[in-house]
């Protein structure tokens, strides 16, 4: 049974969270590396949950913490990267 729902009006569709981790992988495949915000923006919902799927599958997803910088009069603060 497929869990896939389309609303009533518009086009977005909302897939299981199987198939957003086969998605995540491939991204990450082609990418090398995304952090928590860039995923949530490509529209995965819950990227550590997805990831947590992905380790128990056994794809070996390295967790990398990325500490706080200031660029240009801009603070970076600190976040969390996924690689393969």
């Not at 995965?44 to 200031?70: C, E, M, N, S, Y």
Request: charged fraction near 20%; glycine fraction near 6%.
């Amino acid at each position: 049974m497929s869990t896939k729902t389309k609303p009533m009006f518009g086009k977005i569709t909302t897939y299981t969270q199987e198939e957003q981790a086969r998605s995540l992988c491939l991204y990450l495949l082609d990418v090398d590396s995304a952090s928590v915000c860039e995923l949530e923006i490509k529209g995965f919902k819950d990227p550590a949950g997805l990831v947590f799927i992905l380790r128990g599958w056994g794809v070996p997803i390295l967790t990398v913490h990325q500490p706080t910088k200031i660029i240009d009069n801009h603070i970076i603060y600190a976040h969390y990267r996924y690689k393969l």
